[in-house]
Nanobody, 119 residues
């Protein structure tokens, strides 16, 4: 199983960015995005069941970020709008075999992609 994240970069506050994560090797029941800022613990950002009928967001990103998946492939996305400097972090995609509400336990992880938001 492999998860390959991409799409990070340096943007200004208020800009948008879309992260991608290509998953391969098996089918999944749910996927998520987490992030880790320097000196802080990794935190949950958003999660979705594989077919998209269930979604969850951290309060800090609700209304600004959207988690989704391509209709025909195993590419997962995190659309980030109205970015703030406090969104600066390494973002990780993750997947698990089944949907579990508010879970932070995921079996498979991508390598992370850096997002830096300047003020």
């Amino acid at each position: 199983v492999q998860l390959q994240a991409s799409g990070g970069g340096l943007v200004q506050a208020g800009d948008s960015l879309r992260l991608s994560c290509v998953a391969s090797g098996r089918t999944f029941g749910a996927y998520a995005w987490f992030r880790q800022a320097p000196g802080k613990e990794r935190e949950f950002v958003a999660a979705s069941s594989w077919r998209g009928e269930k979604k969850e967001y951290a309060d800090s990103v609700k209304g600004r970020f959207t988690i989704s998946r391509g209709n025909r492939d195993n590419t997962m996305y995190l659309r980030m709008n109205s970015l703030k400097p406090e969104d600066t972090a390494v973002y990780y995609c993750a997947a698990r075999a089944n949907w579990a509400p508010r879970s932070t336990i995921y079996a498979w992880w991508g390598q992370g992609t850096q997002v830096t938001v300047s003020s």
